[in-house]
């Protein structure tokens, strides 16, 4: 019964167009980052900010690693393929549909990733609301990703809220291998 159902729906996606499919893929990740705001609100709510906060570290912890695998999976890759490995495995991200991201000073032992705009942090900023401090989750994922796209990666964080300062990125992580 469950296979029939589950054929149901990708006999639904077999019969949509690229773009009707591209659309689906953005819309899936908008609804995922609007349940994660969500789950995040109702544990504040409910217990209040730090530990909302550290509810969401330990949720990234896992899910980073089971996101980045998943990648890899569906790209054939293996762990250890180094900075271009991690570069090419951020742009296959659920973020990587919503948000603006780019890498700057690439080379084979490092690279310095941006998120130019953030789908969340710019909502925040519409709505007159303090940039969220996501800096000692965002460590906790991009260290967790890029460590099981490749062991060797070393994460450090070069700027995120709630760090102060002008910049014309939201946040940004150096990846290097020594």
Do not use: Y
């Given at each position: 019964m469950a296979d029939d159902k589950?054929?149901?729906?990708?006999?639904?996606?077999?019969?949509?167009?690229?773009?009707?499919?591209?659309?689906?893929?953005?819309?899936?990740?908008?609804?995922?980052l609007a349940h994660d705001g969500l789950w995040f609100q109702?544990?504040?709510?409910?217990?209040?900010?730090?530990?909302?906060?550290?509810?969401?570290?330990e949720a990234w912890a896992r899910f980073t690693v089971i996101e980045a695998q998943r990648i890899m999976a569906r790209l054939g890759s293996k762990p250890g393929g180094g900075i271009p490995a991690l570069l090419e495995c951020l742009k296959h991200r659920l973020y990587a549909r919503l948000n603006d991201q780019d890498a700057i000073e690439v080379s084979d032992e490092r690279a310095v990733f941006r998120m130019v705009d953030c789908r969340v942090?710019?909502?925040?900023?519409?709505?007159?609301?303090?940039?969220?401090?996501c800096k000692?989750?965002?460590?906790?994922?991009y260290t967790?990703?890029?460590?099981?796209?490749?062991?060797?990666?070393?994460?450090?964080?070069?700027?995120?809220?709630?760090?102060?300062?002008d910049r014309d990125y939201f946040c940004a992580w150096e990846f290097s291998i020594e």
């Open positions: 589950a054929r149901e729906g990708l006999k639904v996606l077999e019969a949509m167009s690229k773009e009707e499919l591209i659309a689906l893929v953005i819309d899936d990740a908008k609804n995922w109702a544990v504040e709510a409910a217990h209040g900010m730090d530990a909302a906060i550290d509810a969401d570290r942090q710019s909502a925040r900023r519409r709505k007159g609301l303090p940039d969220f401090p000692s989750v965002g460590i906790v994922e967790g990703f890029a460590e099981t796209v490749d062991p060797r990666i070393r994460t450090r964080c070069v700027a995120c809220p709630p760090d102060a300062g």
